[in-house]
């Protein structure tokens, strides 16, 4: 069975800085996808990056981007340019290939806090 | 564009009790899912459906019951309720074919609180 470990429950980072968020996974496919959302106080959970596994090129979406290294089965945000709307919790997420189960399966999610 | 609705928001119910989450999505989507969310545990899978008339349990299935008669709807059914059901409860929805889309989307969540 595929599991995602997120081992930081809380990350602080100053406003304008950059903070890495960080996500282990595994898996024995090869095919699979990987996510970040994010969910802010309204509890609305909101997609920020995708990566596909057989892509090696990393995702990246404005300040958002990912490190992704399928060996190690690490997945984890870089985000740049902090700002005090990016803090909420983030959740790391991973889902099988069109050939498996359609589950998410989620980490247990990092709170990160923007100091000003 | 309604997406996925969720309803109610907040519930209380009393030990015992039954009630039933309506989720309701509008795009089409083959997989329908509910978790529930307590602090640090993250989202907990606790059924899916991947079409309609198909239903699976997921990793918390105890305590739930789950129905899929149309491709749109998937209520989520408490039978008697617990103060360990206390949670926050999210319906998702995503497309099978992840050629067109690989995202789950996700309503807006019900804190139930069973006193």
């Known amino acids: 069975a595929q599991t995602v470990t997120q081992s930081q429950p809380e990350m602080s980072v100053q406003e304008a800085e950059t903070v890495t968020l960080s996500c282990t996974y595994d898996?024995?496919?090869?095919?699979?996808?990987l996510f970040w959302y994010k969910q802010p106080p309204s509890r609305q959970m909101i997609l920020v990056i995708r990566?596909?596994?057989?892509?090696?090129q990393n995702a990246t979406e404005n300040r958002f981007s990912v490190n992704f290294q399928k060996a190690a089965k690490s997945f984890s945000l870089k985000i740049s340019d902090s700002q005090l709307g990016d803090a909420a919790m983030y959740f790391c997420?991973?889902?099988?290939?069109?050939?498996?189960?359609?589950?998410?399966?989620f980490g247990t999610g990092t709170r990160l806090k923007v100091l000003a | 564009n309604a997406g996925v609705t969720q309803t109610p928001k907040f519930q209380v119910l009393k030990t015992g009790q039954s009630m039933t989450l309506q989720c309701a999505q509008d795009?089409?989507?083959?997989?329908m899912s509910w978790y529930r969310q307590d602090p640090g545990m993250g989202l907990r899978l606790i059924h899916y459906?991947?079409?309609?008339?198909?239903?699976d349990q997921g990793e918390v299935p105890n305590g739930y019951n789950v129905s899929r008669s149309t491709t749109e709807d998937f209520p989520l059914r408490l039978l008697s309720a617990a103060p360990s059901q206390t949670s926050v409860y999210f319906c998702?929805?995503?497309?099978?074919?992840?050629?067109?889309?690989?995202?789950?989307?996700f309503g807006q969540g019900t804190r139930l609180t069973v006193v």
């Open positions: 997420a991973y889902r099988s290939s069109p050939s498996g189960t359609y589950k998410y399966i």
């Open positions: 998702a929805s995503s497309v099978r074919d992840t050629r067109r889309n690989t995202q789950a989307f």
């Open positions: 990566q596909e596994a057989y892509k090696q």
């Open positions: 795009m089409n989507h083959e997989y």
């Open positions: 898996t024995s496919e090869s095919d699979y996808y």
């Open positions: 459906s991947v079409g309609a008339g198909i239903t």
